[in-house]
T-cell receptor, first 115, second 111 residues
Framework: EAQVTQNPRYLITVTGKKLTVTCSQN?????MSWYRQDPGLGLRQIYY???????DKGDVPEGYKVSRKEKRNFPLILESPSPNQTSLYFC??????????????FGPGTRLTVT | GQQVMQIPQYQHVQEGEDFTTYCNSS?????IQWYKQRPGGHPVFLIQ?????EVKKQKRLTFQFGEAKKNSSLHITATQTTDVGTYFC???????????FGKGTHLIIQP
């Protein structure tokens, strides 16, 4: 089954404790992306990757890191989480660049709480 | 960066009434996509529009892309309870190959 998986689905952590949210897709997609979703603000793109070893900033990259060492995986790293990073995070992938009009497949989401 | 404005933020309708959400951009868009997110779920792709003036239909859903490619709309005819959710438009932005979403329209249906 074609899918995007994220782990963990729920995470409660404390300020400053480094964490990684994993994302994996089994569709051989080149493009992968991370979004955060906050009430009243919709979905905002954090980082995206065009392919292995190619990443770029989205609209809200501050406080986040990503890496793309393998085509199927695109982890999101918060080196020193802060309470304002409490949010619902989605990973997504597509076979082409979304701005070139190819649909994105979203993962189930990771709800992160930073206290 | 590129902004995509979406209105209204919330829309309450009686079951069977029609619903429309609008997306506007200050700049010309090469394309626009629409997604639906059910409560507690993740966004799911509905459609993409590329051509000026394009109109596409999916059963009770009608999608339009403006002639100037700066606005788009999603219209649902005779809403059903299964239509409940948040509808997002998305266009190019936030980096050379990024994607910027509108803030979404929450559709609430009263039986």
């Amino acid at each position: 089954e074609a899918q995007v998986t994220q782990n963990p689905r729920y995470l409660i952590t404390v300020t400053g404790k480094k964490l990684t949210v994993t994302c994996s897709q089994n569709m051989n997609h080149e493009y992968m992306s991370w979004y955060r979703q906050d009430p009243g603000l919709g979905l905002r793109q954090i980082y995206y990757s065009m392919n292995v070893e190619v990443t770029d900033k989205g609209d809200v990259p501050e406080g986040y890191k990503v890496s793309r060492k393998e085509k199927r995986n695109f982890p999101l790293i918060l080196e020193s989480p802060s309470p304002n990073q409490t949010s619902l995070y989605f990973c997504a992938s597509s076979s082409r660049v979304p701005s070139g009009a190819y649909e994105q497949y979203f993962g189930p989401g990771t709800r992160l709480t930073v206290t | 960066g590129q902004q995509v404005m979406q209105i209204p933020q919330y829309q309450h309708v009686q079951e069977g009434e029609d619903f429309t959400t609008y997306c506007n951009s200050s700049t010309t868009l090469s394309n626009i996509q629409w997604y639906k997110q059910r409560p507690g779920g993740h966004p799911v792709f509905l459609i993409q529009l590329v051509k000026s003036g394009e109109v596409k239909k999916q059963k009770r859903l009608t999608f339009q892309f403006g002639e100037a490619k700066k606005n788009s709309s999603l219209h649902i005819t005779a809403t059903q309870t299964t239509d409940v959710g948040t509808y997002f438009c998305a266009g190019p932005g936030g980096g050379a190959d990024g994607l910027t979403f509108g803030k979404g329209t929450h559709l609430i249906i009263q039986p």
